[in-house]
C-alpha cells in the first residue's frame, strides 16, 4: 500500500476565486468557472444546484473506516455491474480502488444500468447477512469527549435507511474474482470477506438529490483491542460485531460569487485533541478563520466564508489547520489535491470551484500516513461560465 502525506480528511466547497496573498481570509472574490474531470480526481457532470451556482454533481466516498482494507463498492439494487471505481486508481497508485484515508468519485456506483434501488440483486446473494460489520450503529452518536464546535446544520438528525453496500477488498478483486466480475458474482465468492454496511440518510436524501453527493464510511470493523477501539472507533464499539457505519450526504451548490468550507470530523481521537478546526494561512501572524465542525460524528458543519488563492503559493501556504492537537496538525490547499487527484496540479483542481467539504479523519494512535490524522478535500460546486470578450466585440460563455 503506497503512503500518503499526513492529512486529515477534509470535505469542502471552495470557491475559485481565491485572491492569494494577504487578503480577508472571511471574504471571497469573483471567479470564472471551470469544472473537468480526468481519471485521478473530481469533476462536473453538469447539473445545478441551490443557490445558483453549478453543482459538480458526482458521488464522492470518502473512506475514514480504521482497519478496512483499500476497497471497491457495491450497491444493493445494483448487483451486475463491476464493483466501484471500475477505473480510476487511488492517489499515488497505479491501483483501482479507494483507500483507507482518502475519497475517491465513483459516479458509476449508481449511473450505469436500470436496475433499481432497494433490494441486493442476483447471484444468490444475502443483502441482511451481516458478514464482518455487524449491524452498524447509530450514525448521529455524540462523540465522547469532542471539543470542536458543536455547530451543525445536521446534527443527529433521524436516519432512514438508503440502500447496502457491500465493501469489497481492492486485493481480493485482483487475485480472486478478476476485475471483469460483476458484484453479484463476486460478492457470492467472497462471502464474509465483503463486509455489508447499512447506507443510512437524513429523511428526504436519496442517491438521486441534486448536488454532489457524499458518502462516509467510518467506524471500525470487528476484532479490534480496546485502547485501538477507544482511539480509532465510534463508541460504542463492539470487538464482536464492530461499528463500521455509512452515510450520505447531499450538499447543497454555494451561492455564485461566494466561496465556502463546510467541515466533518470522522476522527474521534483527533476531535478529542483539538480545540478548533480552522482555515488560514499556515505559518502567519494573520487570524485565521475558525470553520464548524459538529461533535457528533459524520454530521455536516455549517458553511463557511473564505477566501482561495490562485497562485502556487497560495495553495502551498494556506490550509487547513487542527489547533490545540500534539503537535498542530496543518495541511496546506497543495497536500490536499495530493492526496485526492495526483492528475491536477492544484491551480486546475480548485479552479472555479466555489464549495468544498473538508472532512478529519485518521487516528492519533497511529504514525503511518494513511491511517494517521489527516485531510482529504471534496469539491461540491462550481461558478457557472463566464462570458469572454472577444477582439470584435462579441462574447461567449467560457468554461477556460
Known amino acids: 500500500m503506497r503512503r500518503l502525506l499526513g492529512v486529515v480528511t477534509v470535505a469542502a466547497v471552495a470557491s475559485g476565486g481565491i485572491a492569494a496573498g494577504c487578503g480577508d481570509l472571511g471574504a471571497s472574490s469573483d471567479r470564472s468557472p471551470n469544472a473537468t474531470s480526468d481519471g485521478g480526481g473530481f469533476g462536473s457532470s453538469g447539473g445545478t444546484g441551490d443557490g445558483g451556482g453549478r453543482s459538480a454533481a458526482p458521488l464522492v466516498v470518502v473512506h475514514a473506516a480504521y482497519g478496512v482494507p483499500a476497497l471497491r463498492l457495491c450497491l444493493s439494487g445494483r448487483m451486475d455491474r463491476v464493483p466501484a471505481p471500475s477505473v480510476t486508481t487511488m492517489p499515488r497508485s497505479n491501483l483501482v480502488g479507494i483507500d483507507v484515508g482518502t475519497a475517491q468519485q465513483v459516479d458509476e ?5 436500470p436496475a433499481p434501488l432497494g433490494d441486493a440483486g442476483g447471484g444468490g446473494v444475502d443483502a441482511g447477512g451481516g458478514g464482518d460489520a455487524g449491524a452498524p450503529l447509530d450514525a448521529g452518536a455524540a462523540a465522547d469527549g469532542g471539543k470542536v464546535q458543536d455547530a451543525s446544520t445536521d446534527a443527529a438528525p433521524p436516519n432512514v435507511p438508503v440502500g447496502r453496500l457491500f465493501l469489497v477488498p481492492e486485493e481480493l478483486v485482483r487475485f ?10 463476486a460478492v457470492t465468492a467472497l462471502g464474509s470477506a465483503a463486509p455489508i454496511v447499512e447506507l443510512e440518510a437524513a429523511a428526504g436524501v436519496t442517491l438521486e438529490s441534486p448536488g454532489t453527493r ?10 479490534l483491542d480496546a485502547q485501538t477501539a477507544l482511539a480509532s472507533c465510534d463508541a460504542p464499539y463492539d470487538p464482536a460485531r464492530g461499528n463500521l457505519k455509512a452515510r450520505l450526504f447531499s450538499v447543497p451548490a454555494s451561492p455564485i460569487g461566494t466561496a465556502e468550507i463546510r467541515a466533518m470530523s470522522l476522527s474521534p481521537s483527533l476531535s478529542q485533541a483539538a480545540t478548533a478546526f ?5 505559518d502567519s501572524s494573520l487570524k485565521p478563520t475558525d470553520l464548524l465542525v459538529p461533535k457528533e ?7 463557511v466564508s473564505v477566501v482561495l488563492p490562485r497562485s502556487l503559493g497560495g495553495f502551498a501556504s494556506q490550509g487547513i489547520i487542527a489547533r490545540g492537537a500534539t503537535p498542530t496538525l496543518k495541511q496546506s490547499l497543495a497536500e490536499l489535491v495530493d492526496v485526492s487527484s495526483t492528475q491536477k496540479l492544484p491551480s486546475e483542481f480548485y479552479a472555479n470551484v466555489n464549495g468544498l467539504m473538508v472532512v478529519a479523519v485518521g487516528s492519533t494512535k497511529e504514525t503511518a500516513a494513511e491511517r494517521a490524522p489527516h485531510f482529504v478535500v471534496v469539491p461540491t460546486s462550481y461558478e457557472p461560465p463566464q462570458p469572454t470578450v472577444t477582439a470584435d466585440g462579441s462574447s461567449s460563455a467560457s468554461a477556460d
Not at 480472486?176 to 458474482?185: H, K, V, Y
Not at 460524528?297 to 458553511?303: D, E, H, I, T
Request: glycine share 16%; net charge positive; aromatic share 8%.
Open 109 to 113: 456506483l449508481t449511473t450505469a444500468g
Open 176 to 185: 480472486r474474482t478478476g476485475a471483469s466480475a460483476t458484484c453479484s458474482s
Open 214 to 223: 457524499v458518502i462516509v464510511l467510518y467506524g471500525c470493523p470487528a476484532g
Open 278 to 282: 480552522e482555515y488560514g494561512f499556515l
Open 297 to 303: 460524528r459524520a454530521s455536516l458543519g455549517a458553511p
